[in-house]
Nanobody
Framework: QLVESGGGLVQPGGSLRLSCAASGRIFSINVMGWYRQAPGKERELVARIFSGSSPNYADSVKGRFTISRDNAKNTAYLQMNSLKPEDTAVYYC?????????????????WGQGTQVTVSS
């Protein structure tokens, strides 16, 4: 289960910080990422971070957004600075890894419920 928080309305040039907390029978997390979907557009990758690797970002957010993760809390963050109206979208967290079912291990992938980010004056 993923629980997202931190969306809202902000003026251009402002900042927001999104959080995504994963819970359940998680054995390990391989990747945590953020995607977004604007009205009438396809869902697109914003940023993601694999275990033991540097994060990667969409060109449109490089230098403005920063993804980070707290492994002890199974939580990912997206710090968004210098926000623009074109950043307006529903932001979704995505997590992939391995879970323990009680008798075996298996891969899992989960999506958050989405959080609205609106950048407008």
């Amino acid at each position: 289960q993923l629980v997202e928080s931190g969306g809202g309305l902000v003026q251009p040039g402002g900042s927001l910080r999104l959080s995504c907390a994963a819970s359940g029978r998680i054995f390990s997390i391989n990747v945590m990422g953020w995607y977004r979907q604007a009205p009438g557009k396809e869902r697109e990758l914003v940023a993601r971070i694999f275990s033991g690797s540097s994060p990667n970002y969409a060109d449109s957010v490089k230098g403005r957004f920063t993804i980070s993760r707290d492994n002890a809390k199974n939580t990912a963050y997206l710090q968004m600075n210098s926000l623009k109206p074109e950043d307006t979208a529903v932001y979704y967290c995505n997590v992939g890894g391995i879970e323990y079912t009680g008798s075996s291990f298996r891969d899992f992938g989960s999506w958050g419920q989405g959080t609205q980010v609106t950048v407008s004056s």
